[in-house]
Structures are given as structure tokens and as C-alpha cells.
């Protein structure tokens, strides 16, 4: 049991003094004494009672804390029949020592605390080992054909009092019992699911997320497709389920732990179940992009369109808009490689996950996406729904290979916005991921050049730093498009001769030319709007903006200096 539990259970009386953070404690047993050092009798996990008979002075208190500390007891309770007031240098103590403290009313008896708490633990361990002898024919029956993983973790909650939730690599909810984890804290748990798993540790893995202690269990793939255990964790680690327990499982018995191993055993089998039923969606990627490929008629990637639609879009009476996406998975330091790892495989299923909502729920929102992968690729084709009577369908009835307006399609940003922080977390310091989204097309014709385009914006991602980047058809119409591939000497020697004097003079004279500079473009050279903008005097602007002309010898009336300045700024 949990010391929260003991301290909401109001006719123990018991009242917290310090070590709210620590109260998912797990209590074993109970120990009463009043002996200035226990540490003979103590194993840990216990909840140490005592009167405070051993304290003659404050100077005795921090031994006696720190040998409960250092023994692993759960926490103490001192009572107030004696003393009164439990003394302040004993709160302090345990507050260094991050033990948990009570005290105890003068009106309970510490026999009446330990009756509770042998009563308690001695039923939590009955129901153990009750799981452990029936969890083989309860579990079993509860698999695929009885409910899926919503009816394993609901065993969990009712046998065991644990609240359990299976997460995807980036911590989307794909099934749980009860109410939902809370926005935020599925992302942050497999941040440290992938960490753990990067730096080699067993799982599970402890977690506390929020003044919450979770235990997170790997649920491995166990089907026809999974990799041997030898092969190297980054082949797996981006795609791999993981089980999220709130409970810490760090002193848990082997059979509660042996249990635990059995459900995520059983939920591997679900997914196995779930991947295989995937395999017709790729399989129709495959064809499609193979066609697209080899420069196939328009006719006949039509034709397997038209297959493809109702599979991926059920009951859709319209050719719909498409879109596509290509990612790609690179490890070694400075994008050299990896010897012996297939990425290709890896950025597929990682992009079936980017492209379901991390909003939604359950493990089959991805029921609509088909991704397909080529050499180190991953892509996918996505059908946007036609929007009746939408002006762009005119126009694509009079030119097939028209883009679609996309209004409600994909965006680069927005697909890594919430799953950058645990998938930076899976590549670790040796793994990059990169990916470009094409502009939405109405048919067959125009999906080569949306492959190109996507392909296209991957590669401007990849020109820019970070573990995971994206770019979207948009930018490449702009500026943007060229500054990565301007050779990075250059661009060293460009950005130094218009900006290195700037920020000399900043550094030695605590001034903000650079920032000013940087506001006077973002105001298209208006002085009043850039003045309002750095809550300053007009002819402080203008003193500022002259001697930045001065150092540099530019002028910034000129339209040629200002956008030597700009693409400076934007390539520094």
C-alpha cells in the first residue's frame, strides 16, 4: 500500500509535516520504537511509529533520521501524546533527508495504525499471488478475441488498484482504463521511455512526471517482422509500444513483476494483430509509389488509385485530394550512417505514427494513412477528402494535375509540434529525423511532381540544424529554398563581413545595434512603427541605424544593402 493511502484514511489521524512529493512511497509493513538506533530491525519499506522517547535534545534527531533514511523505511510517524508539537528540528531533518513525516494525534492509538497497515499489506499480498496462479487463463482470455487492451488493463485496475495506459513512441494514448493520462504527460513519459531505452537500461523504467512516479515496461514486437534481440536497439526503439504503470515498480516483488512482463507479452500480440492488418495499406502505398516511380501512365495510377481510395477512405463517394510526405531516418554523427541498421523500415512506421492526430485516441486512427518506404525513405500517401462545391473543384475537373487547395491538409510544423520532444529524445545524440510534406493534388498527374516536391522540401529540412526538422511545400517559393544550399564557407564569409562588425560594437558598448537592425527590416523600414516597436525616441532609431551604416559602410535607404542584411540575419 501507499502512504497517500494511510494519510487519506481519516481515523488513523494522521497529518503531513513534510515529503508530499514522496508519498507514492510503498509501505511494507510497520514498526514501532522509541530506540536511537532501529537500524537492527529495520528491512525498509516500513512505516516507523514512534513517541519520541529517544529524543533528550535537538542534537539527537539527525542521527536517528538519517539511520531510517539510510535503512529505506517509508516514512515516520511520530506521535504527540508525549511531546505536543513535534519539534521543528525533527522536521527539518527529514526534509533533508527526504523523509516523509506525520504526526500522529494523541487520540490514536499506534495500535490502531498498525492493525491497519498489516491488515492492508497482508490483502495486497494475497491478491498478488491470486493474480500471479490465475493471470495465465484470465489474461488469455482477455486478448484479441476478448476486448483487446482495454480489458487487460481493467484487470490491472480492479485486481491490483493500477492505473495503466499503452502509449505509442511518442506517447499517444492507444488504450487505457479509465480516464485518459492528462494532456502533455503521454509526450513526457515516452521522452523517458526512449531515453532510458537509448542509454541501454533494462525496463522497466521510473519516471516522475509531475509529482507522479510511473513505471514504464517495453512492450517488445513479437511477430514474424521483429527484429532478433541482438540486432541494434535503434532499429526498434522509434516504433516499440511501451506499457505506462503509475505505481513504482522499483520494489515490487517478482511476481508482481512477472505479472506486469505477461500483460505487455499480451499486448505485443494485439499489435502483431494490428501490424498485419496494416500490411494491405502499405502493400497499396508500394504499387502506387512504384508507378509514380517509373514514370507509369497517368491512366493506370489512376486506376490504382480508385482501388486504393475505398480501402483508405471508406464509403467516400469522390476521387479525393492527395497529399505526400516523405521522412527520413539517418544515424551516425554528421548523417554518416549507421553500418547494418535498414532505416527504410524504421521511417515507415515512424511516419504512420506522425500522421495520426496525437489528439486521437486508440490504436486504429491510422486506418487512413499508407506509407510505403524506398531505400532510407519513408512515403506516404494521404487522401484529403474533396470538398463539395469548393472552388478548387471546378478547376480541377478543367486541369487534372492541378494542386488542390489545401486548406485543411498537412502541415509541416504541425505534424512534429507535439512528438519532438520524445522522438529528440529517441535519436538521442546519433539519430536525425527529416521531413517535407507536399502541396495537395486532385490526380494521378500531379502526384510525380508532389513526390519531387515533398522530396524537395526534405532536403531543405535537412540543411537546417536539429535532431528533428521539417519543411512544407510553401517555402519553397521563398528565400528560404536557396539559403541551405549555399556552401557553408560562404555563408560563414557573408554573414562576417555584414554582421561581425555589428556585434563587436554590441560587446564592447552594451548597445542592441543588431536587434535594432533586425526590428527596421521587420518593419519594412518604417522609423515610427520600428521606434514604437524598441519603446524608442524616433532620433534615437536614427542615431542607431546611422551607426550602423557607419561600421559597415551599407545603406539601409538602398534596397540591395537591406537585403544583404536580411539574408544575413536569416543565414546567421
Known amino acids: 500500500m501507499r502512504l497517500r493511502a494511510l494519510l487519506e484514511t481519516d481515523a488513523l489521524g494522521l497529518r503531513l509535516l513534510g515529503g508530499e512529493d514522496e508519498l507514492d512511497r510503498t509501505v511494507r509493513g510497520v514498526m514501532t520504537t522509541d530506540l536511537r538506533d532501529p537500524s537492527r530491525y529495520l528491512s525498509g519499506g516500513e512505516l516507523v511509529l514512534t513517541g519520541l522517547a529517544w529524543r533528550r535534545d535537538a542534537a539527537d534527531t539527525e542521527p536517528f533520521v538519517?539511520?531510517?533514511?539510510?535503512?529505506?523505511?517509508?516514512?515516520?510517524?511520530?506521535?504527540?501524546?508525549?511531546?505536543?508539537?513535534?519539534?521543528d528540528d525533527l522536521v527539518q531533518a527529514c526534509l533533508r533527508h527526504r523523509l516523509p513525516l506525520f504526526a500522529v494525534n494523541e487520540s490514536v492509538a499506534f495500535a490502531t495504525i498498525t492493525e491497519h497497515v498489516v491488515r492492508q499489506v497482508s490483502g495486497e499480498r494475497a491478491g498478488d499471488l491470486a493474480a500471479v496462479v490465475d493471470r495465465h487463463r484470465r489474461l488469455m482470455t482477455s486478448g484479441p478475441a476478448g476486448g483487446g487492451p482495454e480489458v487487460v488493463l481493467d484487470l490491472l485496475g480492479s485486481d491490483l488498484d493500477l492505473r495503466a495506459w499503452v502509449l505509442s513512441p511518442t506517447g499517444r494514448q492507444i488504450a487505457g482504463a479509465g480516464a485518459p493520462l492528462p494532456p502533455g504527460i503521454g509526450a513526457a513519459l515516452a521522452?523517458?521511455?526512449?531515453?532510458?531505452?537509448?542509454?541501454?537500461?533494462?525496463g522497466p523504467h521510473r519516471a516522475v512526471v509531475r509529482g507522479l512516479t510511473y513505471s514504464l515496461f517495453p512492450i517488445r514486437n513479437t511477430g514474424r517482422g521483429a527484429a532478433p534481440a541482438t540486432r541494434d536497439v535503434r532499429e526498434t526503439v522509434l516504433s516499440d509500444w511501451l506499457l505506462a504503470v503509475e505505481a513504482d515498480a522499483g520494489d515490487w516483488p517478482a511476481a508482481r513483476l512477472d505479472l506486469l512482463q505477461g500483460v505487455t507479452q499480451l499486448i505485443a500480440v494485439e499489435r502483431d494483430r494490428r501490424d498485419a492488418a496494416r500490411t494491405v495499406r502499405r502493400r497499396?502505398?508500394?504499387e502506387v509509389l512504384e508507378l509514380v516511380q517509373t514514370g507509369a501512365p497517368p491512366a493506370e495510377i489512376a486506376a490504382r488509385l480508385r482501388v486504393a481510395a475505398p480501402v483508405l477512405l471508406p464509403g467516400l463517394g469522390t476521387a479525393p485530394h492527395w497529399q505526400v510526405v516523405v521522412a527520413r531516418v539517418e544515424w551516425g554523427e554528421g548523417g554518416t550512417g549507421a553500418p547494418g541498421i535498414d532505416a527504410g523500415p524504421v521511417a515507415q512506421s515512424l511516419l504512420e505514427e506522425i500522421l495520426v492526430d496525437p489528439a486521437t485516441a486508440g490504436p486504429d486512427s491510422a486506418d487512413r494513412i499508407a506509407v510505403a518506404h524506398t531505400g532510407d525513405e519513408a512515403i506516404a500517401l494521404v487522401p484529403l477528402p474533396a470538398v463539395p462545391g469548393a472552388d478548387g473543384d471546378a478547376a480541377a475537373e478543367e486541369d487534372e494535375a492541378a494542386p488542390a487547395p489545401d486548406g485543411g491538409g498537412l502541415h509541416a510544423d504541425a505534424l512534429l509540434?507535439?512528438?519532438?520532444?520524445?522522438?529528440?529524445?529517441?535519436?538521442?545524440?546519433?539519430?536525425?529525423?527529416?521531413?517535407?510534406?507536399?502541396?495537395a493534388v486532385h490526380s494521378a498527374e500531379g502526384l510525380r511532381g508532389a513526390?519531387?516536391?515533398?522530396?524537395?522540401?526534405?532536403?531543405?529540412?535537412?540543411a537546417r540544424p536539429g535532431r528533428v526538422c521539417a519543411a512544407g511545400h510553401h517555402e519553397l517559393a521563398s528565400h528560404v529554398l536557396l539559403l541551405p544550399f549555399v556552401p557553408d564557407d560562404v555563408r560563414r564569409a557573408f554573414t562576417a563581413r555584414l554582421l561581425d562588425p555589428l556585434r563587436d560594437y554590441d560587446r564592447r558598448h552594451?548597445?542592441?545595434l543588431i536587434?535594432?537592425?533586425?526590428?527596421?527590416?521587420?518593419?519594412?523600414?518604417?522609423?515610427?512603427?520600428?521606434?514604437?516597436?524598441?519603446?524608442?525616441?524616433?532620433n534615437t532609431l536614427r542615431y542607431r541605424v546611422g551607426r550602423i551604416e557607419q561600421l559597415t559602410g551599407r545603406d539601409l535607404?538602398?534596397?540591395?544593402?537591406?537585403?544583404?542584411f536580411f539574408l544575413a540575419l536569416r543565414m546567421s
Open 66 to 87: 538519517r539511520i531510517l533514511a539510510s535503512a529505506g523505511v517509508a516514512g515516520l510517524a511520530a506521535g504527540e501524546a508525549e511531546l505536543g508539537a513535534i519539534p
Open 191 to 202: 521522452g523517458e521511455h526512449l531515453s532510458a531505452t537509448r542509454t541501454g537500461r533494462r
Open 284 to 286: 497499396l502505398a508500394q
Open 417 to 439: 509540434a507535439a512528438v519532438r520532444g520524445p522522438l529528440s529524445a529517441g535519436l538521442a545524440d546519433d539519430g536525425r529525423l527529416t521531413l517535407g510534406v507536399s502541396a
Open 451 to 462: 513526390l519531387e516536391e515533398a522530396r524537395h522540401a526534405r532536403r531543405v529540412a535537412a
Open 510 to 512: 552594451r548597445a542592441e
Open 515 to 538: 536587434p535594432t537592425l533586425e526590428a527596421f527590416l521587420d518593419c519594412d523600414g518604417s522609423w515610427t512603427r520600428c521606434a514604437g516597436r524598441l519603446h524608442l525616441h524616433v
Open 557 to 564: 535607404a538602398r534596397l540591395e544593402d537591406k537585403l544583404d
